[in-house]
């Protein structure tokens, strides 16, 4: 008896392996680029307010402001990644904020500076301010931002809070 079930729901078990195909041929069809600092949460609190960062990734305030230089760049560990990233006609976009601050993920028609005076110690002096194209984008630590498609073409997007993350997305 319990080979006779076995055997009779081999079919049953097949038919909805086919009925999930679609479902995950749709996961592909979305392309990720991460939203990523490392910020420590004590420091950055007392730096700036309470709940500025949410998560500990061990960059002490001092250590972040160190970088904010032109030929650093801003601290690396603040960044999107990838920075460039190509789609292919019909996949979408998604950002996601795996850090412990709040970041824009803002399309803007030319990279440039930020909102925030300070942070754009880390660009060269004289950078123009980034001109944003549509909404904010703004994602607080742990948050998900669905771009969805674009028509074909190229976009850059920036972090006007912190100027140095950006992202070339290519759209075929």
């Not at 002490?60 to 650093?72: A, C, E, G, I, Q």
């Not at 976009?155 to 950006?166: A, N, T, V």
Request: hydrophobic share 40%.
């Amino acid at each position: 008896m319990g080979k006779r079930r076995l055997i009779s729901s081999v079919p049953i078990v097949c038919a909805l392996s086919l009925l999930a195909l679609p479902a995950a041929a749709f996961a592909g069809d979305t392309r990720k680029v991460f939203v990523m600092d490392r910020c420590e949460p004590e420091s950055f609190d007392a730096a700036v307010e309470p709940g500025t960062c949410v998560r500990n990734g061990g960059v002490t305030f001092d250590k972040f402001v160190r970088r904010l230089n032109p030929k650093d760049g801003g601290h690396n560990a603040w960044r999107f990644g990838p920075d460039h990233l190509k789609l292919k006609s019909g996949q979408s976009l998604t950002a996601i904020n795996t850090g412990g601050e709040f970041h824009t993920f803002t399309e803007v028609a030319a990279f440039g500076g930020g909102i925030v005076d300070f942070l754009n110690a880390a660009l060269p002096p004289g950078t123009p301010p980034a001109v944003p194209v549509g909404d904010f984008g703004g994602m607080p630590a742990g948050s998900t931002l669905e771009l969805g498609t674009r028509p074909a073409g190229t976009y850059l997007f920036e972090c006007l809070i912190h100027p140095w993350m950006r992202t070339t997305v290519t759209q075929k």
